[in-house]
């Protein structure tokens, strides 16, 4: 079994300038692996892909309804999201709300991806805050569970009671013991999985239901909240808002850096799983596109997918240049 597999081509002309390999997985609800490329025991890190099982403590322990959660902040708890104001606006009133600020958040400042608030930050010579980073919802989730479990502030600790119960949540719906954690983005650890337990626990999600045990109501409500905010769990003119738009609150996809992501599919009881070797943001966006239009679960002729897949390159000037395109194997 190859480890990765050719996945997204890019053609510039006639010529094939580059390949970026990959490995996916798609698993249903009792395990099985319905379809995978590559070798799916391989061992990922999941980065924001799997925000949504970071945020199953939140609910599970009952933080979330003592400090009256809505969709809003369930939807922004599992978000990457650009910096514009209908994300930053929310998460300050959240913290607001919580009696804490800012300078409680210990995922570090980041410049928004969105241009209006960018361009807003460089013309009033404002510098970028910890709100602004893309995952300043999960900590704001982070920070209201530790609240609720009354722990010591430095709640990025991976022995901080907050981050064990992340990684119980992760070792749990996958059904995987984790290896380790790296330090993410946002410096909070991310814990280690193969690229099956992701996708595992990915079609946890999928198959969740509400009234069976506290862990499956917990997943739906995260399921919901996603579903009804797309916008909020990235951006316009991002792909996990864009796709989930497309497929109108009947599929989640979710981004990672470095070329990872999941996809939920309640529908047909699936969870999915990418990796992009060479982490190419592009590819991934490609990739989770082609294999959801594959499963009949997005329409390949759709905007939204069109955006991700056979895409023309245009040079400077409005030259078609090239195109980047699934490979054989992924259609």
């Known amino acids: 079994m190859l480890d990765h597999v050719p996945f997204v081509e890019r053609w510039r002309g006639d010529f094939l300038e580059c390949i970026h390999h990959g490995q996916a997985v798609v698993?249903?609800?009792?395990?099985?692996?319905?379809?995978?490329?590559?070798?799916?025991?391989?061992?990922?890190?999941?980065?924001?892909?799997?925000?949504?099982?970071?945020?199953?403590?939140?609910?599970?322990?009952?933080?979330?309804?003592?400090?009256?959660?809505?969709?809003?902040?369930?939807?922004?708890?599992?978000?990457?999201?650009?910096?514009?104001?209908?994300?930053?606006?929310?998460?300050?009133?959240?913290?607001?709300?919580?009696?804490?600020?800012?300078?409680?958040?210990?995922?570090?400042?980041?410049?928004?991806?969105?241009?209006?608030?960018?361009?807003?930050?460089?013309?009033?010579?404002?510098?970028?805050?910890?709100?602004?980073?893309?995952?300043?919802?999960?900590?704001?989730?982070?920070?209201?569970?530790?609240k609720h479990f009354g722990g010591e502030a430095e709640y990025i600790n991976p022995d901080h009671p907050v981050q064990r119960a992340s990684l119980a949540a992760l070792e749990e719906t996958s059904d995987t013991q984790s290896p380790g954690f790296g330090i993410?983005?946002?410096?909070?650890?991310?814990?280690?999985?193969?690229?099956?337990?992701?996708?595992?626990?990915?079609?946890?999600?999928?198959?969740?239901?509400?009234?069976?045990?506290?862990?499956?109501?917990?997943?739906?409500?995260?399921?919901?909240?996603?579903?009804?905010?797309?916008?909020?769990?990235?951006?316009?003119?991002?792909?996990?808002?864009?796709?989930?738009?497309?497929?109108q609150g009947h599929v989640i996809v979710k981004t990672g850096a470095d070329g990872v992501y999941t996809a939920i599919i309640p529908d047909k009881g699936f969870g999915i799983a990418v990796k992009i070797q060479d982490g190419t943001t592009a590819a991934a966006e490609c990739a989770i596109s082609s294999i959801l239009a594959g499963l009949g679960a997005l329409d390949a002729n759709s905007p939204a997918a069109r955006k991700r897949m056979n895409v023309e390159v245009f040079s400077r000037l409005g030259l078609r240049a090239g195109l980047v395109r699934p490979t054989a194997a992924l259609i």
Request: proline content about 4%; aromatic content about 4%.
């Open 27 to 146: 698993v249903d609800g009792a395990g099985q692996v319905v379809k995978s490329w590559g070798n799916p025991r391989s061992t990922v890190l999941p980065r924001s892909s799997c925000k949504m099982v970071q945020a199953l403590p939140l609910i599970e322990s009952g933080a979330a309804d003592r400090f009256g959660l809505t969709s809003k902040h369930l939807a922004l708890a599992c978000a990457s999201h650009q910096g514009a104001h209908i994300h930053t606006d929310k998460v300050t009133a959240w913290l607001t709300e919580l009696g804490l600020s800012e300078s409680d958040l210990l995922c570090g400042p980041q410049f928004p991806a969105d241009i209006p608030a960018r361009t807003e930050l460089i013309k009033t010579d404002q510098s970028a805050c910890q709100i602004h980073n893309n995952c300043s919802g999960k900590h704001a989730g982070f920070l209201t569970l530790n």
């Open 184 to 247: 993410d983005g946002c410096s909070a650890p991310n814990f280690a999985t193969t690229l099956y337990g992701l996708a595992k626990s990915m079609a946890f999600f999928a198959n969740a239901v509400a009234g069976n045990n506290l862990r499956e109501t917990a997943a739906v409500r995260l399921r919901e909240a996603m579903m009804k905010h797309p916008e909020l769990i990235a951006g316009e003119t991002r792909a996990c808002t864009e796709l989930m738009r497309e497929m």
